[in-house]
Structure formats: structure tokens, C-alpha cells
């Protein structure tokens, strides 16, 4: 059998295995996880709600309707019941059987919630005692920064791009504004954080790319993965609906240099009415006198580039492979893709020959970009000669709710239409001498296949 052959033979596999698991995972809860009482809105089901929901669930938020009180949720029960059950709501698309599971923003039901849900709705959705209802919960305004609340004051920089206006009914467009920072000295960022400038903004906006313009000597700051340097930083951050904001792990930092600015690449698409906006970047900095030890870079890590050959009625499969070459810590796991993007699988096939299964999501949703951020304790440290390797699934076919047309041929491209497939990470390179202090102490799980774990702990911080 040609290595060829066996590689292939060896996706198969993964992908039966991978998906023999999404079938487990999206299974309702069993009867020994079911609670022993009916429980009540008021009482049981309203803290989840609190907890998982009401961020986007509210009057004037994202959200196609409000769950607040019982009166808005009672018609919603059984779409409720489905939607989490499924494990498509909260929008947390991951594998929860394989890879990593600790994350710094997880807001996925546990099994106990959903058997909850599941119980109250199959009790006919009582309402409960108003007594045992617990106070509302607040709500930051919509000019307010979500991070504010977590470094207890406002951003210490805000890049904003040019306005633009989209036209109610008009092909997809780009906005790509040059924006002059007037950065005097070096800026090491701490966090960043990005939205759409006005609530009818986020309507139109598909997704913003923030890319550094600046003079660099440093290879790893240019994300497309080659080894030129001059004119570029690399991306500052990407947002896109599920992901808005990055925080960078302890003694880790971007870095913003004199003169540089920011190229804005922005995606905006028509939804019937006509809107102005634009999209703002709030920065989190060090103190002046604070150098963090190492510079994080966010890094596409892609699945065949944009040369993609997605045939009509398939399921296509591409992969991409990425040598780190200096050890590393990767921070999140954010896959992109479009309508008919299914599945991405990120591993690390270490240079020893074996593999570790990162992160896994089995049922992605074009509609939700989510990021996952790993919590400083699980985020994956990784030797030199790491080959990252990237697998994406693409499902064209009738089975595909959000495909468009499964008859037509797709490949890669900007459009909406057309199809990515790639990982955005925030990768910060470590010394040999920190990674040989970490493994000293630490001894990686190892792949059987991808039904394995990584966890792992910051050197930069033994």
C-alpha cells in the first residue's frame, strides 16, 4: 500500500470515528442524568437562561427573539429544546470528547443543564412558583467595551476605520481604509477587542480583518507563513459574528511600533435597508515600563489555501500542514469557513511521529465564528518541528441546510459563495530553554487517533 493510499485511508478512518462521535455527543441526555423533579421555569430553568442566554436573547439584541420572562419563552420551548439538545445552541460547536475542553469563554450547556431543559419541556413547560424567580440580570450598554469590565477601565487606544455606506440591495463589498495610528513609541497590547460601530452596523458586517502596517524585521509577523519582512505586522485581530475579542496569555503581547497603521479589510453584505457604519478596535496596553517577555502572532494556519476543488453533491476533504519552527504555545482555536463548511479538525503530529488532537469542531456554523480561547493551564505547548496539520470538511450536498445551490461548483474566493478553510490561532514562540523547563515536568497525552487530549501549562510562567 503507497503512503498515499494510506493517508487517505487514514482520513477516512478519522472521519468515521470523529463522526460516530458528533452522533453520541448530539444524543439526548439519559435517563440517569435526568433531574428526579419537573422542573419550573422560575426556578431551574431561568438561572440557565441568565447564564448561557440572555446576552444576545433580549429586546435590541442579536437575537431573533427575547428570553427574558415566561411569556417570551413559553412559545419557544420545543425550538429550545431541539436547538440545545443538538448542542447548536449556545453557539459552542465543539467536540466535547476530544481535544482540549478548557476554555477561557466556554458558554456551553453541561449535560445537567440540558437534561434540565429537556425535562422541563417534556413537562409541559410549567412556569413555577414567581417567588423562586430570581432578580434580572443586567446588561452592559452597547457603547460599553466588553473587556472594561475585566481590566476596570476603558481601552487605552481606539482605531476606528473610515465610514462606509452599503446600498439596501448590492453585491457583497470591501472595505479596505488606511488608518494612521500616530504611535510615537512601542505599544506591547495586553487585549484587544473588536465591533461594529452601531447596532444597525453589525447587520451588514460580515466579518473585519485589522491588519498591522508597519516596519518589521521579524519573519513570524507576516501571517501569510512565508519568510519576507519589511511593510507588515501580521493581523491585529479578526472579528466576525461569535468572535469579539482576544486576551493574551500572561508575559505575552502584540506589539504596535512607531508609524504603523492599520489597513482595514472589511466584508460588508446588503440586507435590504441602507446603513452606515464603520468598525472599531479597542487596545488593552502594558505600562511603558512593562515589556512582556514574548511577542504572540495570529497565524493562519490554512487548509489548502484558497485552492480548493469542492465538486457539486460531495463531501470534500482538504488538509494543510505548518512546521513550527521554534517551540510554541498555541492561545485559540478559531476555524473559518463559509455556507457549506462542515467540520474542522486541528492536531499536532509531533516530531517524534505521534499525534495529539487539539481541537475539534463537528458541526460548524457559518453563522457563528466562534473563538476558542484556552485557558492558560490547557493551552497546547508544542517542541520545534511541530507540523501543525489542519483538516477541513465541506459538505455540498442537499443534507447541508445552509448550502445555496449543491449542484454548483465551489472554490475558494472572498465571496460569500465561494469557500475558506483555514484556522486563525494566536501563536507565541517560546525559548528552547522554557520548552525544555516545561516538558522536564509535563508529559503531553498522546493520540490514539484524534480521541485524545491536550493539556498542558505555560512555561513562561514556571
Known amino acids: 500500500m503507497t503512503s498515499t493510499v494510506r493517508f487517505q485511508s487514514a482520513v477516512r478512518l478519522s472521519l468515521s470515528v470523529l463522526a460516530a462521535g458528533a452522533v453520541l455527543v448530539a444524543g439526548e441526555p439519559s435517563a440517569t442524568t435526568q433531574p428526579s423533579k419537573a422542573p419550573t421555569f422560575t426556578k431551574d430553568i431561568v438561572p440557565i437562561l441568565q447564564a448561557r442566554c440572555q446576552d444576545c436573547h433580549r429586546a435590541n439584541a442579536m437575537a431573533p427573539m427575547s428570553l427574558m420572562t415566561y411569556e417570551d419563552t413559553r412559545p419557544w420551548a420545543r425550538s429550545i429544546k431541539e436547538r440545545v439538545v443538538k448542542r447548536q445552541m449556545p453557539p459552542w460547536h465543539l467536540d466535547k470528547t476530544v481535544g482540549v475542553q478548557s476554555f477561557q469563554n466556554d458558554m456551553s450547556l453541561t449535560d445537567a443543564q440540558i437534561a434540565t431543559i429537556v425535562k422541563w419541556v417534556d413537562s409541559g413547560s410549567p412556569q413555577g412558583d414567581p417567588k423562586d424567580m430570581p432578580p434580572p440580570k443586567t446588561f452592559p450598554k452597547d457603547d460599553e467595551w ?66 498591522l502596517i508597519q516596519t518589521e524585521t521579524d519573519a513570524k509577523a507576516n501571517d501569510s507563513g512565508d519568510d519576507s519582512v519589511g511593510q507588515q505586522g501580521g493581523v491585529l485581530m479578526e472579528w466576525a459574528v461569535g468572535k469579539n475579542y482576544d486576551i493574551y496569555r500572561p508575559d505575552t503581547g502584540k506589539l504596535i511600533k512607531p508609524g504603523a497603521k492599520v489597513w482595514w479589510d472589511i466584508h460588508y453584505h446588503a440586507v435590504g435597508e441602507k446603513i452606515t457604519d464603520h468598525v472599531e478596535l479597542g487596545v488593552w496596553t502594558y505600562p511603558k515600563d512593562q515589556k512582556p517577555k514574548y511577542r504572540t502572532y495570529l497565524t493562519l494556519f490554512g487548509a489548502s489555501g484558497n485552492r480548493l476543488d469542492i465538486e457539486p453533491n460531495t463531501i470534500a476533504v482538504n488538509q494543510g500542514f505548518h512546521v513550527l519552527k521554534e517551540p510554541a504555545i498555541l492561545g485559540n482555536f478559531q476555524p ?26 463537528d458541526h460548524f456554523n457559518f453563522n457563528w465564528m466562534t473563538n476558542y480561547i484556552y485557558t492558560d493551564e490547557a493551552a497546547p505547548v508544542l517542541p520545534k518541528g511541530t ?76
Open 146 to 211: 466588553q473587556l472594561a469590565k475585566i481590566y476596570g477601565r476603558p481601552p487605552d487606544l481606539i482605531i476606528k476605520s473610515d465610514d462606509y455606506t452599503m446600498p439596501a440591495v448590492s453585491q457583497d463589498q470591501w472595505w479596505k481604509p488606511v488608518v494612521n495610528l500616530d504611535v510615537k513609541d512601542d505599544l506591547w497590547v495586553k487585549a484587544v477587542e473588536m465591533r461594529p460601530g452601531t447596532a444597525a452596523g453589525r447587520k451588514i458586517t460580515h466579518h473585519a480583518l485589522a491588519h
Open 336 to 361: 473559518h469557513m463559509h455556507l457549506r463548511g462542515k467540520a474542522m479538525l486541528l492536531e499536532a503530529i509531533l516530531p517524534d511521529g505521534t499525534t495529539q488532537t487539539i481541537s475539534y469542531v
Open 387 to 462: 507540523i501543525i496539520h489542519v483538516t477541513a470538511w465541506h459538505d455540498n450536498t442537499t443534507a447541508n441546510p445552509f448550502n445555496p445551490d449543491h449542484d454548483q461548483w465551489v472554490g475558494g474566493g472572498d465571496r460569500t459563495v465561494d469557500e475558506m478553510a483555514h484556522a486563525w490561532v494566536n501563536v507565541t514562540y517560546i525559548s528552547q530553554e522554557d520548552y525544555d523547563k516545561w516538558a522536564a515536568t509535563h508529559k503531553p497525552q498522546r493520540s490514539r487517533g484524534p480521541q485524545a487530549a491536550l493539556t498542558s501549562t505555560d512555561p513562561a510562567r514556571n
